[in-house]
């Protein structure tokens, strides 16, 4: 495997990657441990990650694998003393599992606006927490990246995740504050639009109208994601924290797939109604 990084990089280090099964997740924890870190990835799905974990290892990585729902505080405490209980310690955290279903707002009912809060915002706070408190204040040293979403401007269609992912970004900004005293940096991640297994299930006809949007003309993909990442968990960024890093081709200075509805533009771009 080619790397923009030193070999050798992410020597004695272990990493936390939540949704490390698949996507932007499992290109973080092959780049990770590719170049020396020990890794850990959870996901909801057994099968994924046991799958993941088979392709890691064939690569030479030492990897922890777990199944683990991050909205539920017992199974996030649960993985994350199984990776302390396994390598000693975890000195990186890459929160990368979420996700959501596109809907207009006034379609979105109570539960599903809940469902995608628990996922992206209290599961988030609830892996940096326990990691945090197991492993990152006692040793003194901790690296965070949040993936979140573009909350530079509003995000039609998405207003359940566009909530929770601002969320995750203020708490980027207080945590890197509050916990510099502990040695622990923290900074955030927006991808545009990338071609991964999880935006194979957007309706085509939307993926083609965000890449036409976007400045680059392009989709990005999960390895030059994952690129950023990385330069963010690594020593490298030891000077940065707090920040959130756009990786969109440009599509958020610029252009929106979404057309404003009034009277002469009633409907949304093709995000599925309820029946
Ligand atoms: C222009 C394109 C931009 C794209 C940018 C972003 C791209 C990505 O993020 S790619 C990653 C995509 N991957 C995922 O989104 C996967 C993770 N998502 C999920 O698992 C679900 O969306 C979830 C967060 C809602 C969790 O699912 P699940 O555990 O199955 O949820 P519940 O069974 O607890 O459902 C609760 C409640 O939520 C509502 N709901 C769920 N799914 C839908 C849906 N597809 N459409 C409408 N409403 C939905 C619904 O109210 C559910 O309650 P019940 O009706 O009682 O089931
Ligand atoms: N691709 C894109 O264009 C963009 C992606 N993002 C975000 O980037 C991240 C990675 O997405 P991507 O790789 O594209 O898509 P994927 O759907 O491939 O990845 C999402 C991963 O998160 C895991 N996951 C989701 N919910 C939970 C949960 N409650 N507990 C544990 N694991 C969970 C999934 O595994 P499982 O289903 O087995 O739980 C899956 O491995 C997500 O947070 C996504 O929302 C943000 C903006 C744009």
Redesign the pocket.
């Given at each position: 495997m080619q790397h923009i990084f030193r070999a050798g990089l992410f020597d004695g280090e272990v990493a936390i990657v939540t949704g490390g099964g698949t996507?932007i997740g499992f290109a973080v924890a092959r780049e990770l441990g590719t170049l020396g870190a020990k890794i850990a990835i959870c996901g909801?799905r057994p099968e994924p990650l046991a799958e993941a974990a088979d392709r890691l290892r064939a690569d030479g990585i030492d990897v922890h694998h777990a199944a683990c729902?991050i909205?539920k505080t017992e199974e996030v405490e649960a993985f994350v003393d199984g990776v302390v209980a396994r390598f000693g310690r975890a000195s990186i955290l890459i929160n990368n599992?979420?996700?959501?279903?596109?809907?207009p707002a006034e379609?979105?009912?109570?539960?599903?606006?809940?469902?995608?809060v628990?996922?992206?915002l209290l599961g988030t706070w609830s892996m940096t927490h326990a990691v945090a408190r197991r492993a990152f204040i006692p040793s003194k040293r901790g690296r965070i990246v949040n993936v979140i979403?573009?909350v530079a401007r509003g995000f039609p269609?998405?207003a359940h995740?566009g909530a929770a992912r601002a969320g995750v970004e203020n708490l980027t900004k207080t945590l890197a504050v509050e916990w510099a005293v502990h040695g622990i940096r923290v900074n955030a991640v927006a991808?545009?639009?990338?071609k991964?297994?999880?935006?194979a299930?957007?309706p085509p006809e939307?993926?083609e109208?965000?890449r036409a949007s976007t400045p680059l003309k392009r989709l990005g993909s999960a390895e030059e994601t994952s690129h950023l990442i990385v330069y963010l968990a690594s020593t490298q960024a030891d000077f940065v924290t707090g920040q959130t890093f756009y990786i969109d081709g440009g599509a958020s200075l610029w252009g929106s797939?979404w057309q404003i509805p009034d009277d002469e533009v009633p409907q949304y771009?093709p995000y599925?109604l309820?029946e």
């Open positions: 996507g909801r729902d909205r599992a979420g996700g959501q279903f596109p809907t379609h979105l009912a109570p539960k599903g606006f809940e469902a995608v628990r996922n992206n979403a573009n269609g998405m995740t991808p545009g639009v990338i991964t297994s999880g935006t299930q957007y939307l993926l109208m965000s797939p771009p599925p309820p």
